[in-house]
Every structure is written in structure tokens, then in C-alpha cells.
């Protein structure tokens, strides 16, 4: 599982440009289903025939920066892609993924030296403000980088031992949990049904991949893997998140005060059930704010039956990140629970 988040964490891929993260899914999924890039650019998954269908989403696309212009003095401007804090990014490096290779940037910033009082000091800058210096000259800046290449993050992986630190966790955490759940049940008799593992594009930019892959399954039931903000930190108070790393998946009570996912009852229920009767620790989950794609394949079609199993994870959407292997790993064993629970044969 180590490895393979490592890989997972290292690829790049933010919305719309997800080809290096669909290769390895592409690859590892098709280790143990058949599987398909559907005309989205998901990657389609798929074990056992009949019904029921169960839908299992794990969204592979990661937060980042756009270039937007380059300036005459060949400094570089972008958008953000996904949901992004403005102060995370000051003097961070990152990639400019170039049709001619990547090329390293900064993204350049005031020294404190030249701020003149407390307010200056203060002021948090927006976006449009900021800037990528590759330190190349105008021309050859220009003559490397085009509008519309993606710009990403330049973050380490780091092997904690039970913890890993690094890139996109949000969601290649659940993507490594996917195919670990696609792999076991690949050799499980019993399974009656279909299970569509799908790795989604475009979750950032609004669930926009699980929309077109809900619509082409049909599916009876479905779970979003995803990763779920972690509150065991200074600046997080226990009302905002009381998930805490390595204390369990967390199973989806409500999303967003219910703007999001309002999971099934049934599903909820199930996977309290499932978790309890295998003493998997879980915990559960009720946000003001933040979706997955469970938002939106609950609504597909004419509804289905969702919930959603996240993994706890400091720091999301931003460049570096926290989460708890021995969470990726119950995760899978809830998931393979459910699964089992609904479609086994007798
Ligand atoms: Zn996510």
C-alpha cells in the first residue's frame, strides 16, 4: 500500500490533465479487472456480471495552478485549478509541466525587508497578485511556456512508518485504497454483482467525472473514497473536525450541511453495521463545507443509494500533506465489508 501511495502521491495530474495518474490506475486496476478510459478520461474498473452494481468513486486528479500569461518580463501568471488558499503558495516551488518537459518556478514573494509597516506585512495577497519567476530570461521563458500548461506543486514523499507526508493525498489516498479494494476482490468467491472501481477526473473543478461515469453505470449503490480534513491540529478546534489521524475511516453522516451528499440511510447504516461486526475503528463525519463526488452520484440517474468512506488527512489542498496508513488499510476492509454485505452469495 506504501508503495504504491508513494507513486500514486509523486505522479501529477490536477484537473483535466490527469494522464500520469490514469496510466498508473490504468496499470494497477487492470492488474485485477477489466478496465476501460471512458470517454471522460475515468478510468473504469470492473469485477463480476448481475446485479447489484455497486459503484466505488475515487476521485485521481489533485488541486494546482494554470498558466494564464507570461509577462513581457517573462514572469508567469496563472489561476488556480481546484480550491486553493492564497497563503499556502508564497515562495513555494513548483513545476511548469512545458510540452518540452518541466520546468522549476518559484512563486516569488516580497522579502520581509522591503515590507514597510505591520499592514504591509499583513496583507495577504490574492492570486492575480502573485507570479512564477523560472529565473530564465524573458525569451526563454516565453519561448518554453504556454499558456495552459499545468502547474504543479514540487512536493516530497516522506515515509513516516505508520504515516506518510506528501503531495495530492486528497485523493491519491483513495486511490491506492481502490485498487487495494478491486485486488482482494478479485479473489474473493463469493462476490455476486458487479463492482466498478472508477478512478474520476475533474472532482476538483465539481465532481464533473462521477457525473458522466454515474450516468454510464447505472449503479444500484455507491461509495466516494476520499480523503476527509483531519482536526487533531493547533488551529483546528474539535467543533470544526474531531477526525484524528489513525483513529479510523471516517463514514459520511452529511456533507456540507447537506448542500453536498446525504447518504443513504441504508448505506450509513451498513457500513456502521459492517465496521462494528469486524471491529474495524471508524468515525463519523458531518462537514459545513467540502464535497466529494458521493454529491453527485447520489442525485445521477433516478438516485442511488450512496455513502462515503474517507481517509482523515491534515493539510488538504495544499502542497504537503499527513495521513495514516493503518487508516487506508481499515478503509479497505470496511469497503470489502460492505461490498460483501451486499452482494455475497449465500
Ligand atoms: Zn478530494
Redesign the pocket.
Known amino acids: 500500500m506504501k508503495e504504491r501511495l508513494e507513486r500514486l502521491s509523486k505522479a501529477y495530474g490536477i484537473s483535466g490533465y490527469e494522464e500520469e495518474v490514469r496510466e498508473i490506475m490504468l496499470k494497477e486496476l487492470g492488474r485485477y479487472a477489466e478496465v476501460e478510459v471512458d470517454r471522460f478520461g475515468n478510468v473504469v474498473s470492473k469485477i463480476g456480471s448481475g446485479s447489484p452494481k455497486i459503484m466505488l468513486a475515487a476521485?485521481m486528479d489533485e488541486i494546482g495552478l494554470l498558466v494564464k500569461h507570461i509577462d513581457e518580463k517573462g514572469f508567469i501568471h496563472v489561476i488556480e485549478m481546484g480550491g486553493i488558499d492564497e497563503e499556502t503558495l508564497l515562495a513555494k516551488n513548483v513545476w511548469i509541466l512545458t510540452e518540452k518537459g518541466p520546468i522549476p518556478g518559484v512563486i516569488g514573494f516580497k522579502p520581509p525587508h522591503l515590507k514597510r509597516d505591520e499592514e504591509d506585512q499583513k496583507k495577504k495577497l490574492r492570486l492575480d497578485e502573485m507570479y512564477i519567476d523560472t529565473g530564465l530570461s524573458a525569451e526563454e521563458t516565453k519561448r518554453r511556456v504556454q499558456v495552459g500548461d499545468a502547474v504543479v506543486f514540487d512536493s516530497k514523499f516522506f515515509d513516516l512508518g505508520n504515516r506518510v507526508m506528501g503531495k495530492a493525498l486528497?485523493?491519491r489516498a483513495?486511490c491506492a485504497v481502490l485498487v487495494e479494494v478491486m485486488k482482494r476482490l478479485s479473489k474473493m468467491s463469493t462476490l455476486k454483482g458487479t463492482v466498478y472501481g472508477v478512478a474520476t477526473a475533474q472532482?476538483?473543478l465539481g465532481l464533473k467525472g462521477a457525473r458522466t461515469s454515474a450516468f454510464s453505470i447505472k449503479p444500484d449503490y455507491a461509495l466516494s473514497i476520499?480523503?476527509a480534513i483531519a482536526g487533531d491540529t493547533p488551529d483546528i478546534k474539535e467543533t470544526e473536525s474531531n477526525l484524528k489521524l489513525g483513529a479510523g475511516p471516517a463514514i459520511t453522516v452529511v456533507e456540507a450541511s447537506g448542500r453536498g451528499m446525504v447518504p443513504s440511510p441504508q448505506v450509513k447504516r451498513l457500513l456502521i453495521e459492517c465496521a462494528r461486526n469486524k471491529g474495524i475503528p471508524y468515525q463519523l463525519e458531518a462537514t459545513k463545507g467540502?464535497m466529494?463526488d458521493g454529491a453527485i452520484i447520489y442525485m445521477s440517474n433516478e438516485g442511488v443509494k450512496t455513502g462515503g468512506v474517507s481517509i482523515p488527512t491534515r493539510y488538504?489542498h495544499a502542497p504537503s500533506g499527513i495521513c495514516d496508513l493503518r487508516d487506508l488499510e481499515n478503509a479497505t476492509r470496511l469497503i470489502l465489508a460492505f461490498v460483501e454485505s451486499l452482494g455475497s452469495k449465500p
Request: charge should be negative; avoid cysteine.
Open positions: 476521485h486528497d485523493n483513495g472532482e476538483e476520499d480523503t467540502g466529494t488538504i
